[in-house]
């Protein structure tokens, strides 16, 4: 396979919040993203136990004859912590 991409869907202009991209060929893997959503999530150093976050759901599809399942694993969770502390990109 040659002239694979990866691509990015952004749907959360329309207030959808999950959705699964599908792969169209070159591409190797495509990134779905929802918008974000607040959410009530438990906190136990707040006064009253809980706050609210702003949460974001993304999909990772990928072509497995170009991307192993576990790199895709590996991906997301680099990409889960740049978005959730956005400073270290700059590090």
């Known amino acids: 396979l040659q002239g694979g991409t990866f691509t990015v869907s952004y749907l959360g202009m329309y207030d959808i919040d999950h959705f699964t991209a599908i792969i169209n060929p070159p591409q190797s893997c495509i990134l779905a993203v929802g918008s974000t959503v607040p ?5 136990p150093t707040e006064p009253n136990g809980i706050k609210t976050v702003p949460l974001m759901k993304v999909t990772l599809s990928s072509d ?13 969770g680099a990409f889960k912590a740049y978005m959730e502390n956005p400073l270290t990109l700059m590090l």
């Open 39 to 43: 959410t009530i999530v438990p906190a």
């Open 64 to 76: 497995h004859r170009t991307v192993d399942g576990a790199v895709g694993s590996r991906w997301l």
